[in-house]
């Protein structure tokens, strides 16, 4: 199969994407353009998730205190469910026709989050620090319904992505029910 080597810009980042463009397009009913721009948003929040995942394994290894194993057992199962966004996030960029960035610089380059860690291995900063990052995306996420949606015609790719954000706002609502 042949490809096309290409390099594109990832809001406002220049990436080198190797098998960007297949020779073969998709055929599924949106423009060639709109798939591009769903694609770099999924990437973009793909890179969110794997820095949201690494944080939250660091928290899952690294807290500390009386409260150690009941948040140890829950940063786990905060990590396995992003686990699988991570992938049903690269599967969608899959469907779509599309190639997902996949190195930690690349991540690093897209992501909106932080990945400064906590001062302190407390369960409560740890906590505080995944919970703004939960927010950040379901913030993300929210902008991008519509505009999937309504702009680039992209009603599976919206919907994809509004169960992400009910997916999240529940995981915030976890986090957040700890500081109360």
Do not use: C
Request: hydrophobic share 40%; no cysteine.
């Amino acid at each position: 199969m042949f490809y096309k080597y290409k390099k594109i810009e990832f809001f406002h980042i220049n990436i080198l994407l190797f098998k960007t463009e297949k020779i073969m397009k998709t055929q599924i009913g949106i423009r060639p353009e709109d798939l591009v721009q769903v694609a770099d948003a999924l990437n973009k929040l793909l890179s969110d998730e794997h820095v949201l995942y690494i944080k939250t394994r660091n928290a899952h290894w690294n807290v500390t205190g009386p409260d150690f194993a009941a948040q140890h057992k829950f940063f786990e199962s905060q990590y396995v469910q992003l686990e699988e966004i991570i992938d049903d996030v690269a599967e969608r960029i899959r469907a779509i026709g599309h190639y997902t960035v996949g190195t930690m610089e690349d991540f690093l380059k897209l992501t909106q989050l932080n990945e400064n860690s906590v001062e302190k291995n407390d369960s409560l900063s740890f906590i505080k620090d995944l919970l703004s990052d939960h927010e950040s995306v379901i913030i993300e996420l929210r902008e991008n319904i519509d505009h999937f949606a309504d702009d680039l015609h992209d009603l599976g790719s919206s919907d994809f992505i509004t169960s992400l954000m009910e997916t999240h706002e529940k995981m915030a609502w976890m986090l957040r029910s700890h500081l109360q």
